[in-house]
């Protein structure tokens, strides 16, 4: 089993930033992809980025490439999610999850089959 909680989330600005983090237990994740996904009021969940656990290897949607980062820290097991240059159409509850091999989508998009979510962290951002 493995355990996914986020934290970071908040309240800010049009154009302030927000880093989210996303603490793993429960396994090794030296094969593992990690993903974040938001889903907005009213609207289905969406991908935002993924990072290769081992090589580091990232995958972004296009509405958030060059605004946003994900980044991990093997040492703490702990995924992150820089996002810079908000806009209110980012509020939404974000989630971390994790994709186990096989892999259906080799870039952790919208394709894949999450095996561990987390229960999310709500993101506001306000005009």
């Known amino acids: 089993q493995v355990q996914l909680v986020e934290s970071g989330g908040g309240l800010v600005q049009a154009g302030g930033s927000l880093r989210l983090s996303c603490a793993a237990s429960g396994r090794t994740f030296s094969s593992y992809a990690m993903g974040w996904f938001r889903q907005a009021p009213g609207k289905e969940r969406e991908f935002v980025a993924a990072i290769r656990w081992s090589a580091g290897n990232t995958y972004y949607a296009d509405s958030v490439k060059g605004r946003f980062t994900i980044s991990r820290d093997k040492a703490k097991n702990t995924v992150y999610l820089q996002m810079n240059s908000l806009k209110p159409e980012a509020t939404a509850v974000y989630y971390c999850?994790?994709?186990?091999?096989?892999?259906?989508?080799?870039?952790?998009?919208?394709?894949?089959?999450?095996?561990?979510w987390g229960r999310g962290t709500q993101v506001t951002v306000s005009s």
């Open positions: 999850a994790a994709d186990l091999p096989p892999y259906r989508d080799p870039y952790h998009g919208e394709g894949a089959e999450y095996d561990y």
